[in-house]
């Protein structure tokens, strides 16, 4: 998955409600970046990571 389709993916799970908690991104180095997003809605929380073409999630549901 490109950078440009992880971002495009967090906006879509905003625009349907979800919160962003906290992000943190770092640049590795010129060509390498790592982003992490914290997102919640009601009792659902979402991890997001992307890295290097590597995206990653992690959903909790509370019921």
Do not use: P
Not at 13 to 20: D, M, N
Not at 33 to 59: E, N, P, Q, R
Request: hydrophobic share 30%; aromatic share 10%.
């Amino acid at each position: 998955m490109t950078q440009l389709k992880s971002e495009q993916y967090i906006k879509a799970l905003k625009e349907s409600g979800f919160s962003e908690v906290e992000k943190v991104s770092e640049e590795i180095n010129d060509d390498y970046i790592s982003v992490g997003t914290l997102l919640t809605k009601d009792s659902t929380t979402i991890s997001i990571s992307y890295t290097d073409d590597l995206f990653g999630m992690y959903i909790k549901n509370e019921q």
